[in-house]
């Protein structure tokens, strides 16, 4: 509230400024200064004699003070703008940076596919050549997949930045979750005579919270430490919080982050916009999207590195997220502690007898695609029908004979979710599976064309080995 002293002399106890020149200050009217709910400071009037002030004083001081808030309201918003318009600036400069290297990295597999394949026809129609083309066609593949996974991570990152996600709570083993991804891993492992540990307590870890973004997280930073890490080997273990939070280690042996790097290792594009990073070795997306999982989650994210000796990346998970152990967990593992160290041994493919004489009909508007999946199917022994949209599909769905529909979702006539809406409603007998294969693998598209009677989607690409596997689970149930 505004307030007066008439006479200054009479109050001792104030400290109040001096006139540097002339008799000193005699009486004061002052008002406050509101600002954002509170008072920033006030608005003085000082004379030199002792007066009284009138009501009328006091409204004109009041009224400047209100103005004096204003202009400070308009510096402070005029610093906001400009803040946000240097932030604004730096994004489109890094989008701008980020998109070039991207579009670079983009470049590099889709160049080597192109050279492949002009190589590959080369030696196949050359007889001395031609045992040269499954070697070409590995790495054929091998960049194809590169190429998948660049452009699913910054879909990934785009869509965890936009606050798209959805969180499907269950109650699982953290040991088992960690065992399999670990178990994934012992290829790439192996192949670099890496040592891949994993120490878990006997009597498990159970945790409520998304099974698969959990695993999403685990599985980045166990590939992540595969990848920089030449010699030595990996180890995943645990240890208790001040707090009884949980924290999950993942410990290597590889080429350490230097210490002014720390701090951004989790930054989008890091690794994109390092001039000297290893290209084969990712865009650097993987630990940006680990810190938003982490994050929706309700979790925390760490790293602890040297270079040279190694670094030591840390999930924190509180309490809260601690499920209470289940006794058929302990069951499932070894006295002690749970160690993995070699690698299993090799999954056995479905024998191509279970595909044998199955008629499937392919539903794929995409020519190469439709043909080169017809031809390995028919090398499995299957009888393949095709067709390139949804009205093509429903037609010969409507001739009946066909166990198997493989069906794309981005048709040219209509969509795919309509082929099976129709389904829902009159399937025929002799369909035992619908399978979607798409690039949409979002868990509300899963969720939307399993409601609809799919029996399940693959992400595209899919290995003819995955296919297989598949379609044999389904048939031979």
Known sequence: MTASINDLQQRPDLVLPRSSVGPPFRSVLGSPIWLNGGAVGTLEVYTTAARE????????????????????????????????????????????NFLAAVSHDIRNPVNAISLLAEVIDRCAQDATKREKIPELAKSLWNNARSLVELVSDVLDLTRLEAGILDLSLSDFSLCDLIREE??????????????????????????????????RVIANLIG???????????????????????LIHVRDTGIGIPSEQVEHVFDEFMQVRNPERNREKGTGLGLAICRSLVRALGFEIGVKSLVGVGSTFTVEIPAIHLA???GGDAATHSAGNLAITRSPGPVAAPAPAVLAGVRVLLVEDHEVAREMTTQLLESEGAMVDTAANGREALRRLSGGGHEVLLLDLNLPDFDGIEVLRHLHQTR?????????????????????????????LLGKPVSLLRLKEVLAGKLAG
């Open 53 to 96: 002030w009138t009501e009328h004083e006091f409204r004109i001081l009041e009224w400047l003070a209100v103005q004096t808030a204003v202009g400070l309201q308009a510096i402070e918003f005029r610093r906001e703008l400009e803040q946000k318009r240097h932030d604004a600036e730096e994004a489109s400069v890094q989008k701008t």
């Open 224 to 246: 992540n430490a595969v990848k920089f890490t030449e010699h030595g080997g990996i180890t995943i273990d645990y240890s208790r919080g001040e707090d009884e939070s949980l």
């Open 324 to 326: 209470p152990s289940h």
């Open 182 to 215: 670990v178990e994934r891993a012992l290829p790439q492992a192996d192949a670099k005579m890496l040592k891949l540990e994993c120490h878990l307590p006997s009597e498990g870890i159970r945790l409520l919270s998304d099974r698969i973004k959990v695993a």
């Open 428 to 456: 025929p007998e002799s369909l035992r599976m619908i399978l979607v294969v798409s690039g949409d693998v979002r868990p509300e598209r899963i969720s939307q064309v399993t409601s609809l009677g799919a029996d399940g």
